[in-house]
C-alpha cells in the first residue's frame, strides 16, 4: 500500500524569460509566495507560523460571507482532510491528492486518471486489509467489543 509517485512532469518555465537580476539591497524583501500554491511544509519554522496565521485569516474571510451550501461543503473537506491517513483512507487520500494536484501542479486528466488508479488499489488493498484483520482478530470487530470498549490502546 505504496503511495504512487507523480509521473506527469511539472510544467517548466519559459527559457525565454529573462534571468532575474541579483539582489543587491540587502533590505530588498522577495515576494509573497502564494499560499495556496506553495510547498508549505519545505518553509522554515518561522514561515511555517506566518502562513498560518494568514491562511487562517484567509479562511476566516472567506468562511464568513459564504452560502450555507458552500460552508457544508467546505466543514466536508475539512473532515477529509482531518480523516486523511493515506492508503488506509483511499477516499480521503484520492479527494485530498485531487485538490493539493489542483493548486500545486495544475491538474490534468492524466493526474485524475493516475489519481484514480492508486484509489483503486488502495480501496482495494484497504478491503483485504480489513477482511484478514477481521478473521485474525474478530473479538476485536465484534459489536460487543467495540462499544465496550471505545478503542484499543
Known sequence: MQ???RTTPKPETSR???APLPNTDPKATQPEPDLLRAKIYEFSPEH???ARTKLLAMAFNSITKMSIAHLQRVAQFVDICENN????TPAEEFINDLVMRHYIYSLTPDD???DLESFRKNFNDAVETTQYFTAQYPELISPAATSAAGSVD
Not at 491517513?85 to 488506509?88: A, F, N, R, S
Open 3 to 5: 503511495k504512487r509517485k
Open 16 to 18: 525565454l524569460a529573462a
Open 48 to 50: 511555517q507560523e506566518a
Open 85 to 88: 491517513t493515506g492508503c488506509t
Open 112 to 114: 485524475v486518471a493516475e
